[in-house]
């Protein structure tokens, strides 16, 4: 389809808050434009010029190592100017209010803002305040709508599609925005979701999502395309969710035995970081055969190149003007 159609599907929106309330056209527009820079990432010279002149600002008010470094990468590789702030080391320290951080930086007029914040909604109040574009970098436990898009790429390039597969989200759903913006792309692209934690690790009223439950995870695996592990967000829990680290790994830990029930090629996936003999066996974790955990990482850097290019067009485009 040519790129100056105005009947071609588009993307017509200023952020990426988030999965929810995409449209499947939407989703697969930006797998799509994430699927064209995997090869370019694979080459020597991964260097384009698309976002010359553009400035992108990644405000993180979490920690991180993959999503941090994957925009990072992603908007240099694309030939923007990247700014990493870090909170540690900025006023937020001395008392300055998230919305006079980001009405600051707006001022600077970045092109791009990238934030991750631990309160649900923040980068939604935050996107209603600048003149940028902003993606969500992660907020609280609400959403973190590039990791569903790296695990749909990964998914969609290993078994050709997404509808109709059946796929296990394993552990700490509740903290987990990864889950959460995984059930909304999963469902909305036609795939079954099951989840299977403890009770005291599921949101109340979970089954309104759209997903399975099962609270045993030989059951809750039968037959499934994708295992999905969650790391155990302790971070964010106050008082004992599960009796010992021993007894959650082997009841909810992914081992051989309870891999045995998937299908035979399942895959293996996990957003990281990683706790080894928490929520998933070493040896699976590094089974290059089923696990595709470093394949996830590599998709992320395609799919936040794609983000980034879509929303800086947006950025150009009249329709967007007066938003
Ligand atoms: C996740 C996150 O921060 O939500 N990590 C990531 O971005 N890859 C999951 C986690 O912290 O467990």
Do not use: W
Not at 140 to 152: F, R
Not at 219 to 238: A, S, Y
Not at 268 to 280: A, C, L, S, T
């Amino acid at each position: 389809m040519n790129a100056d159609d105005p009947t071609r599907p588009r993307y017509l929106r200023r952020h990426l808050l988030g999965i929810e309330g995409l449209s499947p056209q939407e989703i697969t527009i930006l797998l799509d434009r994430s699927e064209t820079y995997v090869l370019q990432n694979r080459q020597a010279n991964k260097k384009k010029s698309v976002l010359s002149g553009r400035t992108i600002i990644n405000l993180f008010f979490e920690d991180s190592t993959r999503t941090r470094t994957s925009f990072e990468l992603a908007g240099k590789r694309l030939g923007g100017d990247v700014i990493n702030m870090s909170v540690a080391t900025s006023s937020v320290k001395k008392g300055e209010t998230l919305i006079d951080t980001a009405m600051t930086l707006n001022a600077m007029h970045p092109d791009v803002l990238v934030v991750r914040h631990p309160q649900s909604g923040a980068v939604s109040l935050l996107s209603d305040k600048v003149n940028c574009a902003v993606i969500n970098g992660g907020d609280g436990s609400h959403e973190h709508p590039t990791q569903a898009l790296l695990d749909a790429l990964t998914i969609r390039r290993r078994l050709g599609h997404l509808d109709g597969l059946v796929i296990a989200i394993c552990g700490d759903i509740l903290h987990s925005r990864v889950a959460r913006s995984n059930i909304h792309l999963l469902n909305t692209m036609g795939a079954r979701v099951r989840l299977i934690a403890p009770n005291t690790l599921l949101p109340a009223q979970v089954e309104r999502l759209g997903v399975e439950v099962f609270q045993n995870m030989s059951e809750g695996l039968k037959d499934v395309d994708i295992v999905m592990m969650l790391r155990l967000q302790r971070e964010r829990m106050q008082g004992n969710f599960f009796p010992s680290i021993r007894e959650y790994f082997n009841f909810f830990g992914l081992d051989e035995a309870k891999l045995s029930n998937a299908k035979e090629n399942a895959l293996i996936m996990h957003p990281g970081p990683m706790n080894r003999g928490v929520e998933i066996d070493s040896d699976l974790a590094d089974d290059f055969g089923r696990s595709v955990i470093s394949e996830q990482v590599e998709m992320g850097v395609a799919v936040r190149m794609a983000c980034l290019e879509i929303l800086t067009e947006n950025l150009d485009s009249e329709e967007f003007r007066n938003l």
